[in-house]
């Protein structure tokens, strides 16, 4: 079955630190690739995404995710994290021709100012 | 892009009755879609819902459970039948829009749902 998995559930970090959230997925064929980002009593965002092209993309806020196709891996990174990180990430996965997006469990991220 | 509105945004309901979610999105789109979030767990998808059609169910979810509405291509509405206290969840709309290079999903800020 396909499925979507992200190791970290919980990343406590200190400002300025280097992120790093991991997200494998198990479908073998092309797929598309999404980080969202949910705030504290906000909606699921969209951070980034990848469809094709270079596989390291880059998102909003300073994000970018490198598309690892040997790996089955999309891992999210930021070089410097600030206060205002403090969110869930989701990885999700939708292969293409078809709607469906697979969603890992999400981890969340603290960052202690 | 899309902006996407539900309502309600939190309710608290008893076992045995039901509850309708509705979802509004700011522009017409073909495809709306219907997730669960259960606590601690990810997003499930529910259901598609396409104007004009009957809404396809995903395996483990059937329309006695959650019938779906779809009069339109702004609007569609969740109902949560016979509620359980493990129909406790965060239930979202999302959209299927335009966006740069791929089509992509956007959500809706969620309704969370308390079974008493």
């Known amino acids: 079955a396909q499925s979507v998995s992200q190791h970290n559930h919980h990343v406590i970090l200190s400002e300025a630190a280097s992120l790093e959230l991991g997200c494998n997925y198990s479908?073998?064929?092309?797929?598309?690739l999404f980080w969202y980002v949910q705030y504290p009593g906000q909606h699921l965002q969209l951070l980034l995404k990848?469809?094709?092209?270079?596989?390291l993309v880059k998102g909003i806020k300073g994000f970018e995710a490198e598309f690892i196709k040997s790996k089955f891996s999309f891992n999210l990174r930021k070089p410097s994290v600030q206060w205002s990180d403090t969110a869930e990430y989701f990885c999700?996965?939708?292969?293409?021709?078809?709607?469906?997006?697979?969603f890992g469990t999400g981890t969340r991220l603290k960052v202690l100012a | 892009s899309a902006v996407i509105s539900q309502k309600p945004s939190r309710d608290i309901c008893q076992r045995g009755t039901s509850l309708t979610i509705q979802c509004q999105v700011d522009?017409?789109?073909?495809?709306m879609f219907w997730y669960r979030q259960q606590p601690g767990q990810s997003l499930t998808l529910i259901a598609t819902?396409?104007?004009?059609?009957?809404?396809?169910?995903e395996s483990g979810f059937v329309i006695d459970k959650f019938p779906i509405s779809r009069p339109n291509l702004t609007f569609s509405t969740l109902t949560v039948s016979n509620m359980s206290p493990e129909d406790s969840s965060i239930y979202l709309c999302?959209?299927?829009?335009?966006?740069?290079?791929?089509?992509?999903?956007?959500f809706g800020p969620g309704t969370r749902l308390t079974v008493l």
């Open positions: 990848y469809f094709s092209g270079d596989p």
């Open positions: 522009s017409q789109v073909t495809m």
């Open positions: 479908y073998g064929g092309t797929v598309n």
């Open positions: 999302s959209v299927e829009a335009p966006s740069t290079s791929t089509d992509t999903q956007y």
């Open positions: 999700a996965v939708n292969p293409p021709g078809t709607y469906k997006y697979i």
């Open positions: 819902a396409n104007q004009g059609s009957e809404a396809t169910y």
